[in-house]
């Protein structure tokens, strides 16, 4: 921990070095007890240019270290230090060539309530090793290049942990003594320390098999808590399908006889991909129709793929260093993207996934933590699990296989993995993999790891009415980002596509913008007084943002003839956006008499069978929501400052809810005709109609906003109803209105729900996020409600962060939103600095807004830093304050 205001070192990428020595073999015996665990450590370790005269130094943090010996010889008390985190052993006690290193340390897991090493979740032991972990459990050289293969021994008492899992396979179970019992585990493949995990407890399994390509039969477990057995079949079917997909789009098969999946209550993270041993967020497992919404079930399948994914794209081939951290979130992002696409239809997920890096990751890149896709310096790197890293590195990947093609692309993700197995990498050898392969030069390519900031992509045309002749006109520049003082021009991979008046598609080409501007001339196109219409970044070819003047006029005419959804869809967040921000009558009506229009469509198409719905492809109820949807109040605040408006969060909440209760009203008929046709459809199960139930719960939303009573459309009965989706539609419907309809609602969602944790955190996020009555009163009611768990990283989050994510509770004009806030940060950053790390990003935006808001975030975030102690909330809060 650090004193407030203490200067830190930070790490920097320039000053990487080898390790001085390398660990080939480590075996462990770790001894659990219900109030302790003993670690019994060897290393086998090797020189690797340490030189002689310099201590070892391995990174040991909140242990007791009881003994020390090297070739089983102890290690005397004057040849060791242990503090601040770090043991040094003298090298006057160090053998010349390899040697092994015993150690035996005691740990109080019950005590840990970071979250990180070897701590409890309920009656479970588990680990969490990403990123500095392990140094938690025993003594290690915690760095991701260093690789070993394990060993692990694990003892317990049986009745309170009869399952013990760790990396690999298991090799051996026995009893041992007073009732205790152990189990062996080997990891073949080396692996980075971080990768390390062990579970113990109480746990039931649900198992199956699969069969790989090569005929192999791999064992599927996922461990439970008892009860929750029942809930693992969506989960286990979407791990069968993901090692499907593996091995026919990338031809990878899974290298062991087991994998094993647990889900865990307590946990930072989404999931981990340890080696064989996956450990989940109890959320991202436990599901079915009835528990779980369509959204999340489709986010279990793909976060399950994600961590499985990571068995080649970061487990067989790993990362040299933290600073290499997308290379293998990037490209498994990626991975996991195309396979959702695969299973589930590419247009609307690329727009779901372009909303999501809009709403998030494009405040990031802007702000005070913006920082480049390959770090070049950190403080606590927990700080860079982040948008950026995740998921523009995911749009640096895509945008290599545009440039690359398809085929050259996984060409080069195959020679990577061949040239690096079972090795640590860079992001470097990933680009000269990809180069190998194609034999095309991606030298330009590189800048778009080591800059950041969203890079801003103008457009300019000029038609020539009587040759035509378009000639474009693009350019590209980087925003002003403190401690990056010059930036130079990316290539911006830019897909466009030329659309007659009537529709018609006239030509579709790639455009690699790789200078400051270029400039483009398309001949013989139709003559006349308008030019085409430009269709311009279609499939968002990459992540920039576009200034390019259009009209509402060709807005329309793209909502309406483009045949790349995305460029629908963006149109229509335009247009909606104007509305929203500069509204006129005009505008107003012109959409409305969209929306009524898309309604009628909708209305017709769902009268049409199931057997021709199954054949048209072209209908999608998921676009028509998408098409209706209002923009998120994050990119409604940078659309503000790029028209030169301060953002007043609470004003445009308000403007949102108004657009709901104006299109609630004149759609009333359309909406209520509507409901009535997807009284059917909706009742198919997930993925089918999933578009159906998107377009009811929005149906809902506008219904009761516009005045219809909530027992007309019988919403308490879907709460109470056997899909989760529409349940917490119902809810979604009539969370905006203090109204009894609503508090009758959410009573009898608690009561359903109470004995199950995962789903009554969606109670505790609706009641903390409702915009009225006292927030402030309501959330310190549900910090002390006796369900809420004060460990569990996702009841924090459903209630710090619903707290937040309604505007006018957490910026209320007084400023006590933000005090409130962060007078739980400085409770949190004690028991979980991690956690605290993250929330406080909600503060990063705070240069934007007008002078009293400023003022009041700004002193909110001083007081801050002078009561934060962990180096991860110090790092955030420096770079908002801009220190």
């Known amino acids: 921990m650090l004193s407030p205001g203490a200067a830190v070192v930070p790490i920097r990428l320039i000053d990487y070095k080898p390790p001085t020595v390398l660990i080939e073999q480590v075996q462990l015996l770790v001894q659990l007890f219900p109030d302790k665990a003993l670690v019994d450590c060897q290393l086998s370790i090797t020189p690797n240019g340490l030189a002689p005269g310099d201590p070892l130094e391995l990174q040991a943090l909140d242990l007791e270290l009881l003994e020390l010996s090297i070739d089983g010889l102890p290690v005397a008390d004057c040849h060791w230090q242990h503090s601040a985190g770090v043991l040094r052993l003298e090298a006057g006690i160090l053998p010349h060539t390899s040697f092994c290193l015993r150690s035996l340390s005691r740990l109080q897991p019950a005590a840990n309530t970071s979250l990180e090493g070897l701590y409890t979740s309920g009656d479970l032991f588990t680990t969490q090793c990403e990123a500095e972990g392990f140094r938690r459990i025993t003594p290690f050289l915690d760095r991701p290049d260093v690789l070993s293969s394990y060993r692990v021994r694990i003892e317990a008492g049986r009745q309170w942990a009869p399952v013990l899992l760790s990396n690999g396979n298991c090799i051996a179970t026995g009893e041992l003594p007073g009732d205790r019992h152990y189990a062996e585990w080997h990891d073949p493949f080396p692996k980075p320390c971080y990768l390390f995990a062990l579970v113990a407890g109480p746990l039931v399994e649900v198992a199956d098999q699969f069969l790989s390509a090569s005929g192999k039969q791999v064992r599927l477990r996922i461990h439970v808590e008892n009860g929750d057995q029942e809930l693992c079949g969506h989960a286990m079917a979407s791990l069968k399908r993901c090692m499907a997909w593996d091995e026919q789009v990338y031809g990878l098969e899974y290298d062991l006889e087991e994998f094993n999946i647990v889900a865990v209550r307590h946990f930072n993270m989404g999931a981990m991909e340890n080696k064989s041993l996956n450990i989940f967020n109890s959320k991202l497992v436990l599901a079915d129709a009835e528990t779980a919404t369509d959204a999340e079930l489709e986010s279990v399948e793909s976060v399950i793929a994600h961590e499985y994914f990571h068995n080649w794209t970061g487990n067989r081939v790993t990362c040299r260093d933290w600073f290499q951290l997308s290379l293998k979130e990037g490209l498994t992002v990626f991975r996991d993207q195309q396979f959702s696409a695969d299973l589930h239809g590419n247009a609307m997920k690329r727009i779901e996934d372009v909303a999501m890096l809009r709403a998030y990751q494009f405040p990031e890149d802007s702000g005070p933590t913006a920082h480049p896709v390959q770090p070049d310096q950190y403080i606590a ?22 440039l690359l093609g398809k085929d050259d692309f996984m060409a080069g ?9 079972g090795k640590a990498a860079t992001c470097e050898e990933f680009l000269q993999a990809l180069e190998a392969a194609s034999s095309k030069s991606l030298a330009s390519f590189r800048l778009w790891y080591q800059q950041a900031g969203t890079p801003v992509l103008a457009i300019k045309q000029q038609w020539d009415s009587s040759l035509g002749q378009l000639q474009l006109l693009l350019s590209q520049s980087y925003p002003l980002i403190a401690n990056q003082s010059s930036t130079k ?16 598609l006239l030509k579709e080409q790639l455009l690699v913008l790789d200078a400051a501007s270029k400039q483009w001339q398309f001949n013989d196109l139709p003559p006349g007084d308008q030019p085409p219409l430009i269709s311009v970044l279609r499939g968002f070819s990459a992540p920039v943002r576009l200034q390019f003047e259009r009209s509402n006029h060709d807005l329309k005419r ?54 021709q719905i199954s054949a048209e492809q072209s209908f999608d109820p998921r676009l028509l929501v998408a098409l209706l949807q209002a923009p998120a109040l994050e990119e409604l605040e940078a659309a503000c400052l790029e028209l030169e408006i301060t953002p007043d969060p609470p004003a445009l909440e308000r403007a949102l809810l108004e657009r709901k209760i104006w299109l609630g009203r004149e759609l009333a008929s359309q909406l209520q005709v509507l409901c009535h046709q997807l009284a059917q459809p909706v009742q198919q199960l997930w993925p089918a109609g999933v578009g159906q139930r998107q377009l009811l719960g929005l149906a809902w939303s506008w219904l009761v906003a516009g005045g219809l009573k909530p027992t007309e459309l019988s919403l308490i009965q879907h709460v109470e109803g056997s899909s989760m989706t529409l349940a917490r539609a119902a809810l979604a419907a009539l969370q905006p209105w203090d109204c009894p309809e609503r508090s009758d609602a959410m009573e009898v969602f608690q009561s359903r729900w109470l004995e199950r944790p995962v789903i009554l955190d969606n109670w505790f996020a609706l009641q903390a996020s409702a915009p009225f009555g006292d927030a402030i009163a309501r959330a310190e009611a549900l910090l002390s409600h006796p369900r809420f768990d004060p460990q569990a990283p996702n009841s924090l989050r459903a209630v710090l962060g619903g707290f937040a994510r309604c505007a006018q509770s957490f910026h209320k004009p007084d400023g006590s939103g933000y005090r409130w806030l962060a007078d739980q940060l400085v409770a949190l950053d004690v028991q979980n ?51």
């Not at 993700?413 to 197995?421: E, F, G, I, S, T």
């Not at 021009?489 to 008046?501: E, N, Q, T, Y």
Request: charged share 20%.
């Open 381 to 402: 790197i927990d700080n860079f699990y982040t948008t950026t890293i995740y998921e523009k590195g995911a749009e640096l990947i895509r945008m290599q296989q545009t």
């Open 413 to 421: 993700v195959a020679l990577y993995l061949k040239r690096h197995d």
């Open 489 to 504: 021009p990316v290539p911006i991979p830019v897909s466009i596509a030329l659309i007659a008046g009537g529709g018609e």
């Open 558 to 611: 793209l909502l309406l003839h483009e045949s790349d959804a995305f460029s629908r869809w963006d149109s229509a967040q335009q247009l909606w956006q104007r509305c929203l921000l500069q509204p006129s009558l005009e505008q107003q009506e012109s959409l409305l008499a969209i929306c009524k229009q898309f309604l009628a469509d909708q209305i017709s198409a769902e009268q049409i069978s199931a057997e």
């Open 833 to 883: 600095p991690i956690a605290a790390s993250r929330f406080l990003k909600l503060f990063m935006g705070w240069r934007n807004y007008g002078p009293q808001r400023k003022d009041q975030m700004q002193k909110t975030l001083y007081w801050l830093l002078d009561r934060l102690h962990s180096a991860n909330s110090q790092e955030i809060t420096r770079q908002c304050l801009g220190l």
